[in-house]
């Protein structure tokens, strides 16, 4: 009900929903996007729909597999992921700091992403100008110790 | 109107970071792109296209009727196409009667009702019918034999009442699920279920 937030009606493409006779309910259509990346619950309990979600939609994960941190998240049903690195001045003989963003696609499978959650994306075709990856993987940052007090 | 003065490259737009990219080649015919069809109702007209490869796409400048699904009775019949009636993303295109893919469109619901009326031996769209007086002259009263009788009198069928509603007017409300301007055929399937209330309560608010 809820998710029919767009001007055209938001389907799972693989699912024919108007079967004569008894069909089942939540007839939803997900998958297991290989590689031993568990699907989450919401993925398959969920109703939303996202066409670009690995586990309920037309992508598929292949290439390259990154982890990272959540930069940001303030675009919809999207993340900048923040990989930094340390590379190496043979003459100094010392590091600097760099790092590279990523722009990955959010599925709403993801409950409470905030910044600061490890993440991990994988590869997969261009999604739009920058996306080329997709979360898969997400863990929440350690807060040290319960005692602190996080903001909700 | 020149065949290449569209492209779909990447290079003249701003890279991920925001820097502008200078332009060190000119534009490849693998990155053309050409006018769009624009495919309208009337008297069938479809161009050739030669693309990449050799291949050929019939873009259609104009279509008037396609081939229809019903999908919970899992059966197909070629249709005209009366008129469109709904697009998600532009109203203009509702106006100038533009067939896309995922349009809503009206179609003739005559082939339908003839088969379902065969099959079931079941009049639809009942309200018009008794108006009309027609009922005795439908496919669903005309004599069969005792062996078809049987069979015909075995098969279920339950018409939801949105769908009934349509039959009494002649015209199914159908999105189309072909690409027009690149196939040339205007095909598509009925809606039905949650899929139809959606459309009717958006073609009812844009009234």
Request: proline share 3%; with cysteine.
């Amino acid at each position: 009900m809820s998710e029919q937030t767009e001007k055209s009606f938001q389907k799972q493409e693989t699912v024919f929903l108007n079967a004569k006779g008894v069909s089942k309910k939540n007839n939803r259509w997900y998958k297991d996007i290989g590689l031993g990346y568990k699907t989450p619950s919401e993925a398959i309990s969920g109703t939303y729909i996202d066409k670009k979600c690995p586990f309920t939609g037309n992508v598929s994960i292949r290439g390259r597999i990154l982890t990272g941190v959540v930069h940001s998240t303030g675009m919809k049903r999207t993340v900048i992921v923040r990989r930094q690195y340390l590379h190496y001045i043979p003459k100094y003989q010392r590091y600097e700091k760099r790092h590279k963003n990523i722009a990955a696609h959010l599925s709403p499978a993801f409950i409470g992403v905030r910044e600061g959650d490890i993440v991990t994306v994988g590869q997969c075709r261009p999604l739009s100008k920058t996306i080329r990856f997709n979360v898969i993987k997400h863990t929440k940052s350690q807060t040290k110790g319960s005692k602190q007090f996080a903001k909700f | 109107m020149e065949l290449r003065s569209i492209s779909r490259d990447s290079r003249h737009k701003r890279s991920h970071t925001g820097a502008k990219r200078a332009q060190y080649r000119k534009k490849r015919k693998f990155e053309l792109g050409r006018q769009a069809a624009n495919t309208k109702l009337g008297a069938k007209r479809i161009h050739e296209v030669r693309v990449r490869g050799g291949n050929k796409k019939f873009r259609a400048m104009r279509l008037e009727s396609g081939t229809y699904s019903w999908g919970s009775e899992a059966i197909s019949r070629s249709t005209r196409i009366v008129a469109v009636v709904y697009n998600a993303s532009n109203n203009e295109l509702v106006r100038t009667n533009t067939l896309v893919k995922g349009a809503i469109v009206q179609i003739d619901a005559t082939p339908f009702r003839q088969w379902y009326e065969n099959r079931y031996a079941q009049v639809l769209g009942k309200k018009k019918r008794q108006i009309a007086g027609e009922e005795d002259k439908s496919d669903a009263n005309k004599p069969r034999s005792k062996h078809l009788q049987a069979k015909v009198a075995a098969r279920k069928s339950a018409v939801e009442p949105a769908l009934d509603d349509q039959f009494v007017s002649g015209r199914l409300y159908a999105i189309i699920t072909s690409r027009p301007g690149q196939s040339g055929r205007c095909d598509g399937y009925i809606l039905e279920g949650k899929e139809l209330d959606f459309y009717l309560r958006k073609i009812r608010s844009k009234k």
